[in-house]
Structures are given as structure tokens and as C-alpha cells.
């Protein structure tokens, strides 16, 4: 995500010099070879002295560690931003790292992805057409909030801005579910007996149905741990639906059954056009 960032940055021409940090120095060399970044820097406080555009594309759970190794360079004209995709629970870390420099940080999340991590697999047009999410607090200032709204814009996103709990409430039903399903399927196929030899004549439904569970184990781990409330209650919710669906399918009830899958086939469709 960082790495699609700095790409897209230099394509648009917004920036003339990309300075990069990773605890792993493998990757910020290979960043550098790869022309992702400009400069590698020693330290994320040396990285981002005199920038004016900070992005943090770590783990959720260590946003507040890195917060605070940069807190003392962070200027009231920095833009400090994220990609994590939980909310509430990072702008608890800025309040506490940042302290009195809080407003320079603009919490974001980029709607889009791919199931490789990687400075390898950095794209420029990853953020092109995708959706942007803010979710500025009381103490945002309104400069920062300006002009994150104007880099994503100009990166060709669609900036929204809603409250950390809106969104967090709202993606533990579209994204952290569903990544929850699809692991336990997966977890749940590889761990019969006959798991692997079933999987082996999974075909393209299959294939589209289990995708995201080929996403970061650790940094999965970290959302559905950050936003435990929501997706808890979300889940809950799919139990109650699936039981329904197991009880008519025990019960043969062919109209019930068959009013249900209409209602979820008709929904995906109507979404799928809204989206084209």
C-alpha cells in the first residue's frame, strides 16, 4: 500500500523526493532498486524529517509505536496519514502518541488491496477510481484535511468522510465478515482428512469465493482483533441467517429456501450494476 503510494505520487508529479523506512532494511533497499522510493532512511524520525507528506502502511496494532518514533518532527504543517483499514482504534493511538500534534494526522483508508504484500507488488494505479475513506476527528485541522482530500483526489480517488465508528461499523459487515468467512472455509476445508484432495477439484467459484483469504495472516489478524465489537456483532448476524438457511434446507421448505437465495442473488446484482 505504502509502496503504491509513493508510485502514484511520483506519476501524478506531486513530489519531488520519496524518502522510505522499513525495520526490515531488505525492503527499503529493494524499495529503492525498484525506484518505489528515493532515499532510505535509518530511522521512521529521520524519514520523516523535512517531508510534508507522511504515510504510515504498517499493521494497525503498531500504529501508535510508529506515531510515536515520528511524534517529535511532526510540525503543525505535516500530513501524517494511515491505509489501516480499522478506524477507531488508530485514532485512539494517534491521540496518544501525537498528543498535541494530533490535528496534523488525518486517519484514511484506501478501499482496495491485493492479496500479495510486497514493495514488489507495488502498483501506481492501485488508488486509481477506488474509494477513499477519511475519518477526521474534533481535532483535525482543517488544512491537513484540505489537503489529504486533495492528494487522494489527485491520485484519482473518490474521497468520502464519515466518523471512525461509521466506518468501522460499516466495513466489519463488507470486508473484516467476510475475510473472517473466508478464512474459517479455508481453515475449515484443509482441516478434514480429505481436505486437500477436495481442494484440488475446487473450480472458479471456489476460487473467486476464497480470494481473500490468501491476505496477510498477521495483519488480518490484527483488524479482526481491532474491530472485535463490530465483526462480533456482524457475525452474529450470519450465524442467525445461516442457521435459517440449514433449517429450511433440513426441513425442504423449497419456497422459504428459495425467497432467501432470490433476496441475496437479486442484492449482489443490483450492487454489482451500482458499482460498474
Known amino acids: 500500500m505504502g509502496g503504491s503510494f509513493a508510485l502514484a505520487l511520483k506519476k501524478a508529479g506531486l513530489v519531488k523526493r520519496v524518502v522510505g523506512y522499513s525495520k526490515s532494511p531488505s525492503t527499503t533497499f529493494k524499495a529503492r532498486q525498484l ?3 528515493d532515499i532510505e532512511a535509518p530511522s521512521a524520525l529521520l524519514a520523516v524529517s523535512g517531508s510534508d507528506i507522511v504515510l504510515l502502511a504498517v499493521p494497525v496494532a503498531a500504529t501508535e509505536a510508529t506515531l510515536k518514533a515520528i511524534k517529535h518532527l511532526v510540525t503543525p504543517t505535516t500530513l501524517v496519514m494511515d491505509v489501516g483499514s ?5 485514532v485512539d493511538a494517534a491521540r496518544r502518541a501525537l498528543r498535541e500534534q494530533v490535528g496534523s494526522f488525518v486517519p484514511a483508508h484506501p478501499i482496495t488491496g491485493k492479496e500479495v504484500a510486497g514493495v514488489e507488488f507495488a502498483d501506481a494505479q492501485l488508488y486509481t477510481g477506488k474509494n477513499v475513506i477519511l475519518t477526521p476527528i474534533e481535532r483535525t485541522l482543517t488544512q491537513q484535511l484540505a489537503q489529504a482530500e486533495a492528494v487522494w483526489s489527485a491520485l484519482g480517488c473518490n474521497v468520502l468522510k464519515m466518523s471512525p465508528e461509521t466506518h468501522d461499523a460499516t466495513f466489519a459487515a463488507v470486508s473484516h465478515l467476510p475475510h473472517l468467512i473466508a478464512f474459517a472455509m479455508m481453515h475449515g476445508l484443509v482441516s478434514q482428512p480429505q481436505g486437500q484432495d477436495y481442494l484440488a477439484l475446487a473450480g472458479p ?3 473467486d469465493f476464497s480470494r481473500i483469504a490468501a491476505g496477510d495472516p498477521h495483519l488480518w489478524r490484527d483488524v479482526l482483533l481491532a474491530n472485535k465489537e463490530e465483526l ?3 457475525s452474529r448476524i450470519f450465524q442467525q441467517t445461516l442457521q435459517t438457511m440449514e433449517a429450511l434446507i ?6 422459504a429456501l428459495s425467497a432467501m437465495l432470490e433476496l441475496a ?3 449482489r446484482a443490483d450492487w454489482r450494476m451500482a458499482t460498474k
Open 232 to 234: 462480533l456483532a456482524q
Open 250 to 255: 433440513s426441513s425442504n421448505n423449497v419456497d
Open 205 to 207: 467459484g471456489f476460487r
Open 265 to 267: 442473488s437479486d442484492s
Open 86 to 90: 480499522t478506524k477507531r482504534d488508530v
Open 35 to 37: 525506484g518505489v522510493i
